[in-house]
């Protein structure tokens, strides 16, 4: 009886997703000892780190009840920007260069959104085909190799490197992640962010200058996609046209997995954290259980329209 | 004098009129115009094809549209560009299917509008009578199988990342591996369908490699897999040379990797002889010297660290600074 009252009691809204996010690691752990060992942890962490930095880039938006289509060809730019910038500026003035080209489309993206009104959804699938169709003019659809063995051992370390026991990309990750939670929870821009996916029209009325940060919102969003694909670049050493593909989907399945709601103004950092979480080591756990990549793909499309429906439902409750 | 600087301008005229019958005949009078439709263009394999159509339209005096579907899943944008290539009107189609079953209703299109077409390598399952140039997909499988098996003397496991399921050539490479391997039970094969992109491949091989740490070898379809893999063999803390990574093609760096024992082997053709030849088909075609059906297989042959240098290159890598 008094176990039938603790269920009924427990926030699923809030709990939820940890539980099943354990209950799975438990599973997993089960079936293959291998699952929870350092290497595949340290590994699939780095993974989920690059994943980490573009879910968290789409929640910004998600929460501003926009979305950001672009993410996928956005890295794919990124990627061949940051390779060919290399050549002729060295490792970091290079990186740098690249990380920025998709802050600038993230830049765009807000200004046609906030100045011009274009629906973010729009938009952001605008930009989605110019990105993708610079990188292939820019590259002829070669995929750029050969830096020096200098500048590759430099790159590959942002992607590949170790800080103590611990990935870089999960360093950088966890950095990026907690200034993000900060600036969302604490401070003035954070609360006028939530306040524009809530209740826009509200927002404009008490002041909240929307248009200002729609535009840094998408101006985040293009940025954290890009240092996804920065690390993602380093760890490959080659520029890639085609590297966002299919990250798209599991950015914004990250996002609503981890109980961000599609219909804005609501979630954060944390949950974008823990929608990552289950969908890196969900695929991974189901590799190392030697289910079929057909299967694994069905899996996270389910849990995915899953966690859509919980959100409805939540909503509606 | 008006007469006689008619009858000037008259001769002059025959003459450059004659001068031109008797010098080198264009291939028609107007320019033609073929459409190369490839289905992954990023993929080096295709990068490198590329330069053999270019440089066999420019040779031949025909110009070329160049159309990329942008990966192997965009069935209907490869349909869209075929069907927008028949509005605009084209002399001829040089055709490369993101799936093989998908495009047929379209390719049969083509054929009923007699379009010459030749089908290279990425096929199309039309019954209509076509000029096909293909690799063969069973011995490119079946090389690996045999490279891999010797090396491991018929004993171990091998993971193999046949790329997109949906591909024929993939699916055939799969089964020209699996029709050697299962003559050795010693062999046990995991096998992995995944997108042609490195960052799938390294994902997948590192996720295998923790539930298989006894893994002796990977055979790869392309060369953004094959980087993939090393990246993920080397994730493992594998030494070079301790898992075998087979591959196809030397681009994307690879001959790199070879170098440095990160790949044991590939499978190579002259991919660029082979778009040059498209081409030529497909402007025979049209002048009607060549008539469907029409199958021409290419050949393979396997490269390891010590063959590397000493095979003609030409007819599989193009010059470094045509991109630039």
């Known amino acids: 009886m008094e176990r039938a009252t603790l269920i009924k009691r427990l926030d699923w809204s809030r709990f939820g997703t940890p539980l099943a996010f354990v209950t799975m690691m438990v599973v997993f752990a089960f079936i293959n000892p291998a699952f929870l060992s350092t290497k595949n942890l340290s590994q699939t962490l780095r993974q989920g780190a690059i994943l980490f930095l573009i879910v968290s880039g789409q929640t910004l938006v998600i929460v501003t009840r926009g979305i950001d289509l672009s993410q996928g060809s956005v890295m794919g730019l990124v990627s061949v920007a940051t390779i060919s910038a290399i050549y002729g500026l060295g490792t970091y003035w290079g990186s740098l260069v690249g990380v920025l080209c998709g802050g600038l489309c993230g830049f765009v993206n807000g200004s046609l959104i906030g100045y011009l009104h274009i629906p973010p959804i729009l938009a952001t699938l605008g930009m989605l085909f110019v990105a993708l169709g610079v990188e292939l003019v820019y590259t002829g659809g070669v995929t750029l190799t050969n830096l020096t063995d200098i500048d590759q051992g430099r790159l590959f370390w942002f992607g590949g490197g170790m800080v103590g026991p611990i990935p870089v990309p999960v360093v950088f990750a966890v950095i990026i992640g907690v200034i993000l939670h900060y600036v969302l929870r604490c401070t003035k821009f954070g609360r006028h962010v939530y306040f524009i996916g809530a209740n826009p029209a509200a927002a404009r009325m008490v002041g909240v200058k929307a248009k200002r940060m729609t535009i840094i919102v998408y101006t985040l969003s293009g940025l954290l996609a890009s240092l996804g694909a920065f690390f993602l670049t380093a760890r490959l050493s080659m520029g890639f046209p085609h590297l966002g593909e299919g990250w798209l989907v599991l950015s914004i399945g990250g996002a609503v997995i981890g109980g961000i709601s599609i219909l804005g103004g609501e979630g954060g950092i944390w949950e974008a954290a823990l929608g990552t979480l289950v969908i890196v080591f969900l695929d991974n756990g189901l590799i190392v259980s030697g289910v079929s990549s057909f299967a694994r793909e069905a899996i996270i499309g389910c849990i995915i329209i899953l966690a859509c429906l919980a959100s409805v439902i939540r909503r509606r409750a | ?324």
């Open chain 2, 1 to 324: 004098m008006r007469k006689k600087l008619v009858f000037g301008f008259w001769v002059v005229g025959c003459l450059v009129w004659a001068l031109g019958l008797s010098g080198e005949k264009p291939l028609q009078a107007k320019e033609l115009q073929i459409a190369v439709m490839v289905p992954n263009g990023v993929d080096p394999y295709f990068t490198a094809k590329r330069y053999g159509y270019e440089k066999e339209c420019e040779k031949l005096g025909v110009k070329m549209l160049f159309y990329d579907a942008g990966g192997y899943a965009n069935v209907n944008k490869q349909i869209g560009q075929v069907e927008d290539v028949l509005q605009r009107g084209i002399d001829g189609i040089i055709f490369g299917a993101t799936s093989t079953e998908g495009t047929v209703p379209v390719i049969d299109k083509v054929i009923d509008k007699k379009i010459p077409l030749v089908i290279d390598n990425l096929d199309c399952a039309t019954k209509k009578p076509t000029l096909r140039i293909m690799k063969n997909g069973i011995l490119v499988g079946q090389l690996r199988a045999i490279y891999i098996v010797d090396k491991l003397k018929g004993k171990g496991k091998v993971l193999m990342l046949p790329g997109p399921s949906a591909v024929t050539l993939c699916q055939e490479e799969y089964q020209g591996f699996m029709l050697y391997a299962k003559h050795f039970p010693g062999i046990k094969v995991i096998t992995e369908w995944t997108p042609s992109s490195p960052d799938a491949g390294m994902k997948t091989v590192e996720g295998i490699l923790q539930a298989n740490p006894d893994l002796k070898a990977i055979a790869t379809f392309s060369p953004p897999l094959t980087v993939g893999a090393c990246k993920g063999v080397q994730a493992s803390g594998a030494k070079p040379g301790e898992i075998l990574v087979v591959g196809q093609m030397l681009d994307a760096g690879i001959d790199d990797y070879m170098r440095k024992d990160w790949v044991s082997a590939t499978v190579m053709c002259d991919h660029i002889e082979m778009a040059r030849e498209a081409v030529r088909m497909v402007v025979k075609q049209i002048k009607g010297e060549l008539k469907p059906p029409l199958l021409l297989q290419i050949d393979h042959y396997l490269v390891d660290k010590n063959t590397i240098d000493q095979f003609e290159k030409s007819g599989s890598s193009y010059p470094k600074e045509w991109r630039k």
